[in-house]
Nanobody, 127 residues
Framework: QVQLVESGGGLVQAGGSLRLSCAAS????????MGWFRQAPGKERGFVAA?????????YYADSVKGRFTISRDNAKNTVYLQMNSLKLEDTAVYYC???????????????????WGKGTLVTVSS
């Protein structure tokens, strides 16, 4: 059974930092591209960041988070991370991770048809 479990969400002040984690089980993790997506209240889920399968040499970011967020992966721990710095009020959302077999970073940005999804973790940025 495949599971993607996000953690690390919480309440943070604007300008602060958080690191999200997504632990995968039931898959050969290194064979999967991984991505982060978010859904703010009243909005559709959108792409945040992605990292390619294997060693994760390629990454891709939404313009809104470029330079502030960093995605990385640790294949030994079956975990993908999202380091979020300089958080803004508009970063408040439920953050989801997703996995896609042999997914490239750019393909992960097209969220339709991805193989697996986690249940999400809430990030709230306060003023």
């Amino acid at each position: 059974q495949v599971q993607l479990v996000e953690s690390g969400g919480g309440l943070v002040q604007a300008g602060g930092s958080l690191r999200l984690s997504c632990a995968a089980s039931g898959i050969t993790f290194s064979n999967y591209g991984m991505g982060w997506f978010r859904q703010a209240p009243g909005k559709e889920r959108g792409f945040v960041a992605a990292i390619s399968w294997s060693t994760g040499g390629m990454t891709y970011y939404a313009d809104s988070v470029k330079g502030r967020f960093t995605i990385s992966r640790d294949n030994a721990k079956n975990t993908v991370y999202l380091q979020m710095n300089s958080l803004k009020l508009e970063d408040t959302a439920v953050y989801y991770c997703a996995a896609d077999k042999f997914g490239t970073a750019q393909r992960m940005a097209i969220q339709e048809g991805l193989d697996y999804w986690g249940k999400g973790t809430l990030v709230t940025v306060s003023s």
